[in-house]
T-cell receptor, first 114, second 108 residues
Framework: DTAVSQTPKYLVTQMGNDKSIKCEQN?????MYWYKQDSKKFLKIMFS???????INETVPNRFSPKSPDKAHLNLHINSLELGDSAVYFCASRPWDRGGTEAFFGQGTRLTVV | GQQVMQIPQYQHVQEGEDFTTYCNSS?????IQWYKQRPGGHPVFLIQ?????EVKKQKRLTFQFGEAKKNSSLHITATQTTDVGTYFC????????FGIGTKLQVIP
């Protein structure tokens, strides 16, 4: 059983398109994250949700909009895609009441904007 | 805001040599975590350190947390090709801030 699953694994799209990446975790965790990993492998936090509530919103263009329909899901919608959005996007989850615990990462979604 | 620096960014070692990566934070950390990301893979949790001066070992890996809880290190003894990957430190309670990572290449 996959603990944190993301779809799709690969996404190639043209500039200007709108796309979504889905994430689901079956660990019963309250907190979910989106991270962006660029070509230099730097992992940068984008958003964090706790029980469907947005708790961390880093300086991310408002073309990026997270949505959490329930605490097991955190989706990422991106409008008007730009070349610079090309990266690997990782979803992660961890328990809320024990913040200092390990984060479980999904397999990643490699987004390529052409 | 909190910044976590990590050095070196890249390290090539001959198989059998030792390897160390260092992590420094601009602020005191409640805890430090270490993750490993294999090429093409996702970050996988290795360990967490919480106490000042704490040292933990996992086989050939030794993790240390500084006395001031602002720095940490990961040391690998006698590297193997299976150690290849990027090692990240991460700090923070709810907002987990990752260092830039150290990419380790092991030459057989």
């Amino acid at each position: 059983d996959t603990a944190v699953s993301q779809t799709p694994k690969y996404l190639v799209t043209q500039m200007g398109n709108d796309k979504s990446i889905k994430c689901e975790q079956n660990l019963g965790h309250d907190t979910m994250y989106w991270y962006k990993q660029d070509s230099k492998k730097f992992l940068k936090i984008m958003f964090s949700y706790n029980n469907k509530e947005l708790i961390i919103n880093e300086t991310v263009p408002n073309r990026f909009s997270p949505k959490s329909p329930d605490k097991a899901h955190l989706n990422l919608h991106i409008n008007s895609l730009e070349l610079g959005d090309s990266a690997v996007y990782f979803c992660a989850s961890r328990p809320w009441d024990r913040g200092g615990t390990e984060a479980f990462f999904g397999q990643g979604t490699r987004l390529t904007v052409v | 805001g909190q910044q976590v620096m990590q050095i070196p960014q890249y390290q090539h070692v001959q198989e059998g040599e030792d390897f160390t990566t260092y992590c420094n934070s601009s602020t005191t950390l409640s805890n430090i975590q270490w993750y490993k990301q294999r090429p093409g893979g996702h970050p996988v949790f290795l360990i967490q350190l919480v106490k000042s001066g704490e040292v933990k070992k996992q086989k050939r890996l030794t993790f240390q947390f500084g006395e001031a809880k602002k720095n940490s290190s990961l040391h690998i003894t006698a590297t193997q090709t299976t150690d290849v990957g990027t090692y990240f430190c991460a700090g923070g309670y709810q907002k987990v801030t990752f260092g830039i990572g150290t990419k380790l290449q092991v030459i057989p």
